[in-house]
């Protein structure tokens, strides 16, 4: 009967161990999850522009992903979704507007082709928009002008 009740407790004891390691490992799967996502909504916030282009957009976004696609003639507003892939952000807004950040710079596919016709910004009449953090603004334009002079 004692060892029964040894056997009994024995098993109890490891279900118990076991339980505990699924319940630390759970625990850090969502660590890194929220820590994940904390770290790429903190990236990603922040006023964004187009340099030297035709097309004036600016957009903002917001800690909470809420963001406004502003053109002056039109806003597009909502909460966007980031992914990321081999190192790479991937941002899906609203409509099928998706763009991807590189650096401190967002590139949108703005219009498609012949095949898949579209155009998010009508009036920005340009393939792909690139939309740089504002605080990184100034110093993208002095390199850009750097560079037209020189080639001149």
């Known amino acids: 009967m004692k060892q029964a009740i040894l056997k009994i407790s024995n098993g ?3 279900i118990n161990q076991k339980l505990k390691n699924l319940m630390i490992k759970t625990l850090i799967i969502l660590f890194f999850l929220f820590f994940h996502s904390a770290y790429s909504q903190n990236i990603i916030k922040g006023d ?3 340099i030297d282009s ?3 957009l600016n957009l903002k976004i917001a800690a909470n992903n809420y963001f406004v696609f502003d053109s002056g003639k039109k ?9 990321k892939e081999d190192n790479i952000l991937y941002i899906d807004f609203i409509n099928g507007i998706g763009g991807m950040l590189q650096n401190d710079t967002i590139s949108i596919q703005n219009s498609g082709n012949t095949v898949n016709e579209y155009t998010h910004f009508k009036e920005c009449d340009e393939k792909y928009i690139h939309l740089v953090k504002k605080n990184n603004v100034r110093v993208m334009k002095d390199r850009y002008c750097n560079k037209k002079n020189k080639k001149k």
Do not use: D, E, N
């Open 12 to 14: 109890a004891k490891r």
């Open 48 to 50: 964004y522009s187009t």
């Open 54 to 56: 035709k097309c004036k």
């Open 75 to 83: 806003k597009v507003k909502g909460i966007l979704k980031i992914s």
